[in-house]
């Protein structure tokens, strides 16, 4: 369990410093109380701070309560059409207040084609009912009305001691784990008055090494008013604005390819649907395509694409924000192979063995790791697409952390030995066909998933280009085959991006004739 769900305060006493803050806030929710009605709450602070810790506290003294993600346009369309009207009516049985926490509200659309403050001001301005806002940037514009009608908490980061303290005396006592104190006064410094932060970094080291080592805390942390990797990772995938998105990833220190294969590494862990799942790694392999460009150019710009599409490509796959606590892990395959070139080389060795047969593009291999590992969970089918694709120890490693077990190996080749070789081949392409049944098959479609994130309904996939050059946009427009013009403008200007496209239409045919042939079940 993660140890930030596990001791997130449920009392105001339990809430680390701000007690300044905490004290009007009470008198807020008093006020409240006694039928007196107050202006909406704005509590605006550093990232892991308690803002939404103080929201929940909140909404336990109320009868009722709606959490909404200001910055998320169907959250906004909500708010708009059920909590406008409530929010300005009273309810029928006296105090039953319904609270009304809407976090992100620095991340909220200006314009008026996508919903905008201008109403979510008038909600406020109306609102017969308790509301609590959430924002990171007190010097955002678009806080500047909604300022004006609120009450305006301005939370501090916590200070370095209180960290300490905290981690001390709450978690590492409830977990009975003994640390060094040295260490663990330099991980509270390191956090920057992000308690979250600091609880997340002593989980992940104490599990990952078993201790709390300095050289450990040197590899992870990051230096004063950096992220972490873990806040990265948090960041993108929970939230939908894309200034907090692209802040996190500005501030990170860390290697880019490691934080893509820490954010790869999550997707799964906190998307739900296979849709954002699946457009999720597309992003993921734009990033990766554009780290290989880095690699083999060393162009270093390429880097600051290969960035957006894990950063902001990944925050904007996800409909909603998920209102879950999903514990971020490190890359578990990418710790295993150690990060040594040849080791990492691992992940396309995999991928080339399922484009040669599977017939499937790079990209499309990537997209089907994440199911891969759900369906290497069972022994049998983990044996089977091993062998089907030729996949050596290190390889099935990739995918799930046990050995397949000595008894089901013996089992297997024995029935396999007995088949004719027609049957052989026969099972081969049941086990194909078996993979992509288990797939939805538009999710083996790439280049869809690319359009369908540039299409107007996902308008906040278009900001991620916002800042690009025309230039810069003709040529990703040209990478990911959006159009013909772009398409040949730069074939004519880059034969190395020609190749990438071409091979792409190849690969799209041979999807074409896969989805065909795709008639059998998954016999195994
Ligand atoms: N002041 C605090 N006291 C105790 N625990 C805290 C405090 N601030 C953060 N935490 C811990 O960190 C977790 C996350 O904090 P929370 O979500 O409230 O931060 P936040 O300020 O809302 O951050 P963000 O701006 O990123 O949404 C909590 O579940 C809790 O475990």
Do not use: C
Not at 54 to 81: C, G, T, V
Not at 149 to 168: E, F, G, H, T
Not at 395 to 414: D, L, Q, S, V
């Amino acid at each position: 369990m993660l140890w930030t769900d596990k001791y997130r305060p449920k009392r105001f006493e339990d809430v680390v410093g701000n007690v300044k803050q905490k004290k009007i806030i009470q008198s807020w929710v008093e006020k409240w109380k006694d039928d007196n009605p107050q202006p909406p709450l704005l509590l605006i602070g550093p990232a892991g701070t308690g803002k939404t810790t103080i929201a929940h506290i909140i909404a336990d003294e109320f009868s009722e309560y709606i959490e909404l993600n200001a910055s998320d346009k169907r959250s906004h369309d909500l708010l708009i059409s059920t909590i406008g009207e409530s929010a300005s009516t009273y309810s029928l049985f006296g105090n039953n207040r319904k609270l009304i926490i809407m976090d992100e509200v620095d991340g909220i659309h200006g314009t008026n084609d996508r919903g905008g403050t201008k109403a979510l001001n008038k909600i406020i301005k109306e609102s017969k009912q308790p509301i609590v806002m959430m924002a990171n940037d007190f010097y955002s514009n678009k806080l500047t009305t909604i300022k004006k009608n609120a009450q305006v908490v301005k939370m501090d980061k916590i200070k370095s001691p209180s960290i300490n303290k905290y981690l001390r005396d709450v978690v590492l006592k409830n977990e009975e784990i003994e640390v060094d104190k040295e260490v663990l006064k330099k991980l509270a410094k390191r956090s920057s008055g992000d308690l979250r932060s600091s609880i997340n970094t002593l989980q992940a080291l104490v599990e990952n090494e078993g201790e709390l080592t300095e050289e450990a805390l040197d590899s992870t942390s990051q230096k004063d008013n950096t992220s972490t990797i873990f806040d990265t990772v948090t960041r993108v995938l929970k939230s939908k604005n894309p200034e907090h998105v692209k802040r996190s990833m500005f501030e990170n220190n860390e290697d880019p390819s490691l934080v893509m294969e820490y954010i790869a590494e999550n997707i799964p862990r906190e998307y739900e649907s296979n849709k954002e799942v699946k457009k999720a790694y597309e992003m993921i392999s734009q990033a990766d395509l554009y780290f290989g460009r880095t690699r083999s150019s060393q162009y270093y710009g390429y880097w600051r694409y290969a960035s957006d599409f894990m950063g902001l490509g990944v925050s904007n796959s996800k409909v909603d924000t998920y209102r879950k606590f999903s514990k971020v892990v490190g890359p578990m395959a990418f710790t295993m192979m150690g990060r040594t070139r040849g080791k990492r080389a691992l992940r396309d060795v995999i991928a080339s063995k399922m484009e040669e047969k599977m017939h499937v593009s790079l990209q499309v291999a990537y997209t089907i790791f994440p199911y891969f590992e759900i369906m290497f969970e069972n022994d049998e089918v983990a044996w089977e697409i091993s062998d089907f694709l030729e996949l050596e120890d290190d390889e099935i490693k990739f995918f799930r952390k046990k050995k397949i077990p000595k008894a089901i190996i013996t089992k297997m080749e024995k029935i396999k030995a007995e088949m004719r070789e027609d049957e052989k081949e026969q099972w081969r392409s049941s086990i194909k066909e078996g993979i992509f049944r288990e797939i939805p098959p538009q999710d083996l479609k790439a280049s869809d998933a690319v359009e369908e994130s540039f299409s107007h309904e996902n308008d906040t996939v278009l900001d991620i280009f916002d800042d690009f050059s025309d230039e810069e946009l003709d040529e990703i427009a040209s990478d990911l085959s959006l159009n013909d013009k772009s398409k040949s403008k730069s074939r004519a200007k880059k034969s190395r991006d020609s190749e990438d496209v071409e091979s792409k239409s190849r690969e799209d045919k041979k999807e074409e004739k896969l989805d065909k042939e795709q008639t059998t079940l998954f016999s195994f």
